[in-house]
């Protein structure tokens, strides 16, 4: 989801670090739009924990991944990684998401990146996931995968992961839009199982104050840990790149995704020379002027490699940029603690009802 058209303009309003009597106007005028906000999603919660408003269950048992957060926490590479376990385990996973930037039937950009990342798990973007968790189990799937399901309440799920991102776990404390909340901390009271991605971003010590900090909202039965790694450059069409193609070159890069600071860190990390960079909103539809625009800029910088996200390139579907190679970063979640506990809690609860 789109904080703003500039996420990197917004997140340095929203935590401070953007000066001067204007931005301080800003911010308290963000902080009075969000008590409606903040009281609309309490009622909402308390309706549905009521049973005013009602759950639907789909026929199949449902696992929905989601957040407590707006931008990126490393979603994706975890609905991946659940739909490939379930299928390895003999399960027929089905993936239903919002589908974002599409019509209800058209393929997402979440979509079009799961299907490179799990292609043998079929993906139904519906803007009505209950609707879409129905399509699922009539085409065949014995279970579901909610990729971003959290606060989709309407759909009733048999196991809960919410994700937190180890660089900004809280949100910056504050509910949408005066901070990136979606929803009140303690609705972690309703997750079965924390997944801490980014984790090897921050030392040991800051692990275990999150995770001390999260248990003051909610006692998840499961805490994992997990990092983003990647695996591979992926081009559209010609075979993949080994990662050290990046290391000491030229790179012009650029993402539309929820946290673009993580994908730049990658980048550097792999030991690219990152000559240029660009942030476009999340889920932003790239046009001709657009690409026009990114390959213009890699020729200033004198790039040898653009350098995108995975999301980004099955959007624009193209090797190059006016000649300078394109690719992709393929992140793969690994958990490095509580691996085993979530894996056996999913496969337990897909088999209590199938």
């Known amino acids: 989801m789109s904080l703003l058209p500039d996420a990197a303009a917004f997140r340095s309003l929203i935590d401070g670090s953007m000066p001067g009597p204007a931005a301080v106007l800003a911010r308290g005028c963000l902080a009075v739009l969000a008590g409606p906000y903040t009281v609309a999603v309490a009622a909402r919660n ?34 991946a990684w659940m739909a490939r376990l379930l299928a390895t385990a003999g399960r027929r996973p089905a993936i239903v998401s919002r589908g974002y930037g599409a019509a209800t039937g058209i393929t997402s950009d979440e979509a079009a990146e799961l299907a490179l990342l799990v292609p043998t798990v079929p993906h139904v973007a519906d803007r009505d996931r209950v609707a879409g968790a ?12 909610l990729d971003d399901g959290f606060q989709h309440r309407r759909l009733a799920r048999d196991l809960d992961v919410v994700v937190v991102d180890a660089t900004d776990p809280f949100g910056g404390g504050r509910m949408f839009p005066r901070g990136l909340l979606r929803e009140p901390l303690g609705g972690l009271g309703r ?9 090897d971003a921050v030392d040991a010590t800051r692990r275990r ?16 840990e997990a990092i983003h790694a990647p695996v591979t450059l992926r081009r559209w069409t010609a075979d993949p790149l080994p990662l050290d193609a990046l290391h000491g070159r030229r790179v012009a890069a650029f993402a539309a995704i929820g946290n673009p600071d993580a994908f730049r860190a990658t980048l550097a990390a792999l030991g ?18 657009d690409l026009a625009t990114l390959a213009a800029r890699a020729a200033a ?11 980004d390139l099955v959007k624009i579907r193209r090797d190059e940029l006016d000649g ?8 793969a979640l690994q958990l490095l603690v509580g691996e085993s506990d979530l894996a056996a809690k999913a496969l337990s609860t897909t088999n209590a009802r199938g």
């Open 191 to 199: 997750a079965d199982a924390v997944v801490l991605t980014r984790a």
């Open 272 to 289: 690219a020379d990152v000559v240029d960079f660009q942030a476009f909103a999340d889920h932003h539809a790239y046009a001709h002027a």
């Open 209 to 224: 104050d999150i995770r001390m900090g999260l248990v003051r909202y909610g006692r998840p039965a499961i805490w994992s």
């Open 324 to 331: 300078v190679p394109l690719v992709a970063v393929e992140i």
């Open 134 to 145: 129905l399509r699922a189990a009539d085409a065949g799937a014995d279970c579901v995968v």
């Open 301 to 311: 910088a004198r790039a040898e490699l653009v350098a995108t996200t995975l999301k």
């Open 46 to 79: 308390a309706a549905y924990d009521a049973g005013v408003l009602p759950a639907q269950r789909a026929a199949v048992p449902v696992i929905s991944i989601g957040n407590l957060t707006l931008g990126g926490t490393g979603k994706t590479p975890l609905v």
